[in-house]
Structure formats: structure tokens, C-alpha cells
């Protein structure tokens, strides 16, 4: 089975950068998704990581480390409209299933 | 062009009624997805679809629960004897395969359901 951890709530500044960390047990790992979703609304896409590293994106990176478990997804110049549930989600065994976090609900503060 | 959508939007049922919940994914998509999520929570696999084919439906909670993709296009999802704990939002996706690695799900707004 798999097992993801993520923080339930995080605090910002408008403006400033903000890491949101996801840990994970899981076997047969194919790769890990960060999914945005605002309250009341689908989950959409932000980014896949396959390889460790970080890719970036914008305003927005994503950091994977397979050996250690561990994604972080990054946001930087933080707008009011961030504010939202960012859901990590890994893809793992032999198909398109894909387990998710319960989500770290982030607030951006003025 | 048009997303994921699903109806209806929002459905009040009395316990012990039979739901079902409409999907329409994106047009030429093979695969389907359908989620329960839980307020404060992230979504939690129920079943999958590629064409017509269910897949694997590990994640129905019970055999109250069935769901169908007659024609590889539209997803029903019935819920007989809706039960209390049954309420929650259903989320449809539909996956389009990405250049490497599983397919990219777009989902639909959801079905928000509430059993009374």
C-alpha cells in the first residue's frame, strides 16, 4: 500500500515564497503529481516528477528525492488567489492509479 | 473545448434512496476515474475505466456501489441505499496519456451529494 503525509494547514504573506512538504511510503513508485484545488472546485494540474530534482514552472516548482521519500512543491510571489488545498498524489504499480494526500490547505494573509 | 462534466451538480437523497451520477469525460479520452472525497480530505479512488473496460474497482466502498461505461464514452455511478456516510463529493476524470508515465487526469467539478 502507500502512505503520504502532508502538513493539514500552512500560513503565508502575500508576496513571499512558501515550501509545502509531502512524504511517502509506497513500492512499485512510478512518479508523484501536485495537484491545486480551490475550495468548492476540481483538483487541476500543477506538475509530475518522475527523475529527482526540481523542475520549475513559473511561479510554481516541484522537488523530487526517491531515495528519501520526500516532494516539496514551491511557490513563489505569493498571490491572494494561491490560497487554496495542494494535493500531493502518487502514481505507483502497474497502472494509472493514483493515491492522494489529504491536502495542506495553504492561506495567504496580506 | 469542454472539459469533464458531471451532473447533477448537487443531489439531496433521503437514506435508503438510489443515486446515480452522470460523467462526461473528455471527448476521445480512454481512460476514467471516479473519486469519493470527504471534506477536508483528498480524493480517494473508487474505479477506473479504460473504454469500456472496468478495470479495477478496488476503491468501492461497498456492493452498494456499482459504476458502468457502457460504450467507453459516459460513466454512471449508482449508489443504492444511499447511507449517511455516503455523502460526499464525487469527482469524475478522464486521462489523456502523457510522453511518459501515467495519464494527466482532468476533472470534473464534481457531484456533491448529501444524504439526509
Known amino acids: 500500500g502507500q502512505n503520504i503525509d502532508q502538513p493539514t494547514e500552512m500560513t503565508a504573506t502575500e508576496g513571499a515564497i512558501v515550501q509545502i512538504n509531502c512524504t511517502y511510503q509506497?513500492?512499485?513508485?512510478?512518479?508523484l503529481f501536485w495537484y491545486q484545488q480551490h475550495a468548492g472546485e476540481a483538483p487541476t494540474f500543477l506538475s509530475y516528477n518522475v527523475l529527482d530534482g526540481l523542475e520549475e514552472k513559473g511561479r510554481f516548482s516541484s522537488f523530487l528525492s526517491r531515495s528519501k521519500g520526500y516532494s516539496y512543491l514551491l511557490l513563489k510571489e505569493l498571490q491572494m488567489k494561491d490560497s487554496a488545498s495542494y494535493l500531493c498524489?502518487?502514481?505507483?504499480?502497474?497502472?494509472?492509479?493514483?493515491?492522494f494526500g489529504t491536502g495542506t490547505k495553504l492561506q495567504v494573509i496580506p | 473545448g469542454a472539459g469533464v462534466s458531471q451532473s447533477p451538480r448537487y443531489k439531496v437523497a433521503k437514506r435508503g434512496q438510489d443515486v446515480a451520477l452522470r460523467c462526461d469525460p473528455i471527448?476521445?479520452?480512454?481512460?476514467l476515474f471516479w473519486y469519493q472525497q470527504a471534506l477536508g480530505q483528498g480524493p480517494e479512488f473508487l474505479t477506473y475505466?479504460?473504454?469500456?473496460?472496468?478495470?479495477?474497482k478496488s476503491g468501492l466502498p461497498s456492493d452498494r456501489f456499482f459504476a458502468e461505461r457502457p460504450e467507453g464514452s459516459v460513466s454512471t455511478l449508482k449508489i443504492q441505499r444511499t447511507q449517511q456516510e455516503d455523502s460526499a463529493v464525487y469527482l469524475c476524470a478522464s486521462g489523456s496519456r502523457r510522453l511518459a508515465g501515467p495519464y494527466e487526469q482532468y476533472f470534473g467539478p464534481g457531484t456533491r451529494l448529501t444524504v439526509t
Open positions: 498524489a502518487l502514481n505507483s504499480g502497474g497502472y494509472q492509479k493514483v493515491t
Open positions: 471527448s476521445g479520452h480512454v481512460s
Open positions: 509506497t513500492s512499485g513508485f512510478n512518479g
Open positions: 475505466f479504460q473504454n469500456e473496460a472496468q478495470l479495477d
